[in-house]
């Protein structure tokens, strides 16, 4: 559902006298986050459910991870492919760009395919990741449309638009998927607060983030997981 909403968000794109081009982004693309957001909720609770009725098998971990690869994967590629296409339109002759400058869009989907087959085979990550999960990845993608609808920051919400800008989000987030940087996993191993600090900090980050920033709460909290991660790797 995400991807039907990504497919037919209603861009319109109009001239005036002058031949300049104006965007319009409806609130429909942003309902492609609503039902991402929903992928990662079913996403959690899986595991969950299937330890409940003694259903886990190994059918189940590879359809976990190919449902993984469509919510986390190919919908955000597409999110950035739809935001690459609208920064060239804003360019003179920008409706003809060449499928080449939008492809890269779908190296996220790629990465996100290897780090998941990659973590199929290493079952040493329990507690811990090697690389950022791709259910984080995938989320700090859906978080684009709702932050340019919702943001009234003329600054970021131009930076949404800015090819750069967007391919170094491509080359750093599908980097970071398949990185083997020690990353956590929000799993308790106990009740000690020495032994799980990172995780109750990121949670009360999280939570102050999302209490002053709104959705651009995402990034932040993207950027602070990586961070503490990084700091507490030997927790």
């Known amino acids: 559902m995400a991807i039907v909403c990504i497919l037919q ?16 982004i409806p609130e429909k693309i942003a309902l492609a986050s609503l039902f991402m957001g929903l992928a990662a909720v079913v996403d959690f609770l899986d595991g969950f459910v299937a330890r409940l009725f003694s259903a886990t098998s190994e059918m189940g971990k590879q359809l976990d991870s190919l449902a993984d690869v469509v919510s986390f994967g190919v919908a955000p590629s597409m ?3 739809q935001f690459l296409r609208m920064s060239f339109a804003r360019e003179e002759s920008g ?24 973590f199929n085979i290493d079952t040493n990550q329990q507690y811990g990741f090697k690389g950022v999960p791709i259910p984080a990845a995938g989320l700090l993608i859906a978080s ?92």
Do not use: C
């Open 9 to 24: 968000n209603g861009i319109t794109i109009q001239y005036n006298a002058e031949g300049a081009q104006f965007i319009d």
């Open 95 to 118: 409706i003809e760009v060449s499928y080449l400058w939008l492809a890269p869009a779908f190296i996220i989907a790629a990465a996100g395919a290897y780090r998941l087959a990659r």
């Open 144 to 235: 684009f449309p709702l932050i340019y609808w919702h943001s009234a920051n003329e600054t970021i919400t131009a930076l949404l638009f800015n090819k750069w800008f967007l391919y170094t989000v491509i080359a750093v987030v599908s980097w970071l998927m398949i990185s083997k940087l020690p990353l956590m996993a929000m799993k308790f191993k106990n009740l000690s607060v020495k032994d799980n600090l990172s995780k109750i900090i990121l949670i009360v980050f999280s939570i102050v983030a999302i209490l002053l920033l709104q959705w651009l709460a995402v990034p932040v909290i993207f950027i602070g997981y990586i961070i503490l991660s990084l700091l507490f790797k030997n927790e």
């Open 79 to 81: 999110i950035i492919y």
